[in-house]
């Protein structure tokens, strides 16, 4: 999926939009575990490489969480403990996360999962409101219309 980067970067740092979920996160890298800090907003996952710096930098990563699942990893074969899977089924890419502790894991896990799901039911609603908004405008306008004849 595309999407517009001054959008994208826009919604990372805007105060207003409320993140579901923030806390620190490690993704498992070809060098190893990279620190950072992660960000869902809407059904996109921003990392930051610092939390403190996350108004001003750019992410350093951005996952729109569609067309996916979440998946719990095996501690015992990435030598890690609280770690999760994204796997991308058009892409067939995986990310590899490791969250700090068991209750943040479960978080995660959670509303990862449900996201897309989220994301659809308020994509419809907004469609619904638009078509109601569109009908009202076309029944006012032929009920001005028939006034004139």
Do not use: H
């Not at 105060?15 to 979920?21: L, R, T």
């Not at 700090?100 to 959670?110: D, I, M, P, R, Y």
């Amino acid at each position: 999926m595309l999407g517009n980067v001054n959008s994208l970067l826009a919604l990372a740092s805007d105060p207003n939009y409320e993140a579901k979920v923030t806390g620190p996160l490690q993704l498992l890298q070809e060098l190893g575990w990279r620190s950072s800090q992660g960000v869902l907003k809407a059904n996109i996952l921003f990392l930051f490489d610092d939390a403190k710096d996350r108004k001003a930098a750019s992410p350093f990563l951005v996952l729109i969480i569609e067309d996916c699942f979440v998946q719990l990893g095996d501690d015992n074969s990435l030598g890690k403990e609280y770690t999760y899977e994204i796997k991308f089924k058009t892409t067939g890419k995986n990310y590899v996360f490791a969250a700090e502790n068991f209750k943040a894991l479960e978080k995660w896990v959670t509303v990862l999962t449900i996201t897309p799901m989220d994301y659809i039911r308020i994509t419809k609603q907004s469609f619904l409101e638009q078509i109601d908004d569109l009908e009202e405008e076309s029944r006012k306008k032929s009920g001005a219309n028939s006034r004139d004849e």
